[in-house]
């Protein structure tokens, strides 16, 4: 039978919301021995985020290391003990998100939560200033060899994504190394669902500015879920959490980034020159009643990037020179953070095409559907990697 494990788990806030981390560490209640140790580095958080997190990446190891074990989770947060025991109400959205993802962690296994003093839970509180001073994330897991009483650590890395994963420069040997800019993490996000997009019409800048759907605003929760484990777990846990949401203007994008603003605890910048290319008359219609009205226009049109639609459409050559002017704009701005950017299916092509240095077939060659996630990584104009593209799998 395995032996129970006791999780003492902490987090912290420097400004709260500030510098934010995590830490836990996970310890044989027979024995003794611990067990792993986690300290989270998780950017601009609230202490009540941070301590979530900590029983998040926690529960998470234990089901790894120990999927049978008895759980008996110990803290000083009054507020994440009662409320994850059911005896207190959760009214903050992004408190309602972590708690759906620790509950979906813990699954069918016995948890037990306890409060404990502050001065009886150290271990834990020091792992969660080791992350903020580094600002860096170790999961360490640790075994007792056979023949001895003594601790071996095994492991620190944290997923099979982090090997070879660089947290600072390009990750390929063949990329340049000499970088200087620091570098700047933009986890692309598509808008959710509106009445044009699931009637498979033109919807672009100055064209009729249509709210998100029901469908759209469940996009958008969905993406926002995924997003909270970013620097915490799952295919992002190597990249650093967050520190700001930055929006096209269009409403659309203004709500998606609203709803996840409001689960994650994030602000909402707009940045005007990332919204959605101009469709001009085009506007509204299907493709097929494009070609029906405007034939030659749109014949011309296609794969030609100075043709632009007629009633003041943009050209692709026009449109890809303002979104690149947005792009720097971000980079510039928020050097050095993990930025989540919502924007459109144009957009974000753009900014591939230039992570990819690549060149205008990157406008019709790449998948970009409602709230899925693009991550690139920008050394300002230097250097770029992509690290993923049109991901879906929170659908």
């Known amino acids: 039978m395995t ?15 500030g510098s934010a981390g995590s830490g836990a560490i996970l310890i044989d209640s027979v024995t003794g021995s611990v067990l792993g140790e986690i300290a989270l580095y998780i950017g601009v958080a609230t202490n009540n985020v941070a301590e979530y997190r900590a029983v998040l990446a926690a529960i998470e190891l234990a089901n790894e290391i120990a999927p049978e074990a008895r759980l008996f ?32 962690a813990i699954g069918n296994r016995q948890v037990d939560f306890d409060w404990i003093p502050r001065e009886q839970n150290t271990r834990a509180d020091a792992l969660a200033n080791e992350a903020m001073d580094a600002q860096k994330s170790v999961v360490r897991k640790f075994v007792s060899a056979a023949d001895t009483q003594s601790i071996q650590v095994i492991s620190s890395l944290e997923s099979a994504s982090s090997l070879e994963f660089n947290s600072t420069m ?14 700047t993490t933009l986890i692309m996000v598509r808008h959710g669902r509106t009445a ?15 709210v998100l759907s029901e469908l759209g605003v469940l996009d958008a929760s969905s993406v926002a879920s995924e997003l909270l484990k970013v620097g915490v777990t799952g295919f992002l846990a190597t990249v650093d959490s967050p520190s700001v949401i930055v929006s096209s203007p269009i409403r659309r994008t203004r709500d998606t980034a609203e709803i996840i603003g409001k689960q994650l605890g994030l602000p909402v910048e707009v940045e005007q020159d990332i919204a959605e290319i101009s469709f001009g008359d085009w506007d509204g219609h299907t493709n097929a009643e494009v070609q029906q009205k405007w034939p030659d226009e749109f014949d011309n049109w296609k794969g030609d990037v100075t043709i632009a639609p007629p009633g003041g459409g943009e050209s692709l050559e026009e449109f890809d020179k303002r979104v690149q002017e947005g792009r720097k704009r971000i980079l510039s701005k928020y050097a050095g953070q993990t930025v989540i950017v919502v924007s459109h299916v144009m957009p974000i092509r753009g900014f591939i095409k230039t992570a990819f240095a690549s060149d205008w077939p990157s406008y019709w060659r790449i998948s970009v559907a ?4 693009t991550v690139l990584r920008f050394w300002g104009e230097e250097a770029a990697e992509v690290t993923c593209t049109n991901y879906v799998g929170h659908q």
Do not use: F, Y
Request: hydrophobic share 30%; with cysteine.
């Open 73 to 104: 989770v110990r803290m000083d947060s009054k507020l994440v003990v009662e409320q994850m025991s059911g005896r207190w109400k959760i009214k903050h959205d992004a408190m309602t998100e972590l708690s759906v993802l620790v509950a979906r």
């Open 3 to 17: 032996n129970p494990i006791i999780i003492e788990a902490d987090g912290g806030s420097r400004g709260n919301p």
């Open 196 to 210: 044009l997009t699931e009637t498979h019409r033109l919807s672009g800048r100055g064209g009729e500015d249509p």
């Open 370 to 373: 409602p709230c899925s996630m």
């Open 170 to 183: 390009p990750s390929s040997v063949r990329a340049p190394k000499n970088v200087k800019s620091p570098l």
